[in-house]
Every structure is written in C-alpha cells, then in structure tokens.
C-alpha cells in the first residue's frame, strides 16, 4: 500500500520561508518522479515542482528562484524549500508520484497522492 504523507506547513509572514516534506512508503521510491502541487482557495490544483529519479527538477515559472525541489532515496523523502514566500502562495500542498518517470507537468498522470498540509502566508 502505498502512502505519501506530507508535513511542514503552518502559517508564516510574506517573505519568510517554509520546508515541506513528504515521507513516502510502499514503493520503489527512487524511480518515481516525485512532485509537488498546490491548490488554493477556490481554484484548481497547480503544478509547482517535480524531480525525476535521475535528479532532473522543473518549477512553475510562478516559484522559480524561490523555490527549491529535492529527494532523499535513502529515507524516501521529498522536499520543498519554500522562501521568499508570498500571500498568493497560500494553498494545499501536496504530494505526487509518477511511476512513468515524465516531468511531473501534467497532474492526471500523478499515480498516488498524498493528503496534502496547509501553507497560508500573511501580508
């Protein structure tokens, strides 16, 4: 059974930063793609950032420069290093897993998803 469980969110003032992480279990973690998306109040679901199994990242252009994606195989873990944080940043982050090892971009080839946490920033 696979799970993907997320952690890190909270409420934090614009500017500030935040780590999420996503512990993963019941699969070969290493040789998914491993994403993040978001949805916001009201709207649909977003792609923020996505890494494959080689390492290769991609980000919404919305959080290049101030986000960043990382992976550790070791503990089946994912991160994402949230700075320069602004109240349109607020959202439901969440968790992916792609088996198929594309980029992460289109979110119905997501496999499994985790229960997302909650990240609201404060003018």
């Known amino acids: 059974q696979v799970q993907l469980v997320e952690s890190g969110g909270g409420l934090v003032q614009a500017g500030g930063s935040l780590r999420l992480s996503c512990a993963a279990s019941?699969?070969?973690?290493?040789?998914?793609?491993m994403g993040w998306i978001r949805q916001a109040p009201g709207k649909g679901r977003e792609f923020v950032a996505a890494?494959?199994?080689?390492?290769?990242?991609y980000y919404a252009d919305s959080v290049k420069g101030r986000f960043t994606i990382s992976r550790d195989n070791d503990k089946n873990t994912l991160f994402l290093q949230m700075n320069s944080l602004k109240p349109e940043d607020t959202a439901d982050y969440y968790c992916?897993?792609?088996?198929?090892?594309?980029?992460?971009?289109?979110?119905?080839?997501?496999?499994?998803w985790g229960q997302g946490t909650q990240v609201t920033v404060s003018s």
């Open positions: 019941g699969l070969t973690f290493s040789s998914y793609t």
């Open positions: 890494i494959r199994s080689g390492g290769s990242t």
């Open positions: 992916a897993a792609d088996s198929r090892g594309t980029t992460g971009f289109v979110l119905h080839r997501y496999d499994y």
